[in-house]
């Protein structure tokens, strides 16, 4: 694998205004639209998904070393650093936030490319606070319950601060054979999906069935245990999934949707993750 993405504290300004730089004696969460930052968000996500997970990058993407496209120069991005007694020293996670202001001027959002959103939209009306969460990853090294709640703090954080009641985006299983997930797929159809009034749903062209399963052979246990991380974390939360999974052969993943209000996230996460504990940067 190529080196570590690094970055020195005199090299990472950060942008004017931005409420969200939190510290602890090891990592750092903070917030940038700054270039020179995305572009190790996009290393770290390249070293991911298209090193470890086996994506399959365009020739711009493998020259460059790193994942791109035209939606990160509109987004917020979410950093975790580790830190060391030089300054900031490595990205170890990441998360790109897209508001639903900043969205409506730039054409929409990343995930209408698979889902009609139109039902959300509808439910929640133009100014209704809604996030787009993407591109989410953690540097294989820094994978523990640690480094999950320090991305969830910071986005805990932002939601406060931009009024969002609306979370969503899109979870993946790896594979693009959706029968091998059929236990968990089947689970998440039965016992999570979103209600009619703004159950977003696969396009017509991209959907694949779900519900793989009769009711009475998923075993709501084995089902959780068979979910990725990620979509058991959300699902912990209160967030519920759309309607048909889509396959994404680019990125070799079998994606659901998963929407969260945010009045719906359990009191307890909500505490965990919010800013008790956060301070000024240095």
């Not at 698979?114 to 509808?122: A, C, K, Q, R, T």
């Amino acid at each position: 694998m190529p080196p570590r993405p690094q970055l020195n504290a005199a090299q990472a300004p950060r942008a004017e205004g931005w409420k969200l730089v939190m510290t602890g004696n090891r990592f750092e969460i903070s917030l940038t639209r700054d270039p020179r930052e995305i572009a190790l968000a996009q290393r770290l996500r390249y070293q991911v998904f298209y090193e470890e997970m086996n994506a399959k990058p365009t020739p711009e993407m493998a020259a460059a070393g790193r994942d791109f496209d035209a939606f990160d120069k509109l987004c917020d991005h979410l950093m975790v650093y580790e830190r060391s007694r030089h300054g900031l020293n490595q990205v170890v996670g990441t998360y790109r936030l897209l508001p639903q202001a900043v969205a409506r001027q730039h054409g929409g959002f990343y995930s209408a490319t698979e889902y009609d959103l139109s039902p959300l939209l509808d439910q929640v009306g133009s100014d209704g606070g809604l996030l787009e969460l993407g591109r989410s990853c953690v540097h294989a090294g820094y994978r523990t319950s640690a480094t999950i709640q320090l991305l969830w703090r910071g986005i805990a954080t932002y939601m406060a601060d931009n009024a969002i009641t609306f979370m969503f985006g899109c979870a993946s299983f790896a594979g693009t054979v959706p029968d091998q997930h059929a236990l968990a797929l089947s689970y998440l159809h039965q016992h999570h999906l979103a209600p009619e009034a703004f159950r977003v749903t696969a396009l017509p062209h991209r959907h694949v069935d779900m519900n793989r399963m009769p009711a009475g052979t998923v075993t709501p246990r084995a089902a959780m245990a068979a979910l990725p991380p990620l979509i058991k974390a959300y699902l912990r939360v209160g967030a519920y999934i759309g309607d048909g999974a889509v396959i994404d052969h680019q990125f070799g993943t079998t994606d659901v949707f998963i929407m969260l209000p945010v009045n719906r996230i359990a009191p307890k996460y909500y505490s965990h993750y919010e800013r008790e504990e956060a301070s000024p940067a240095a």
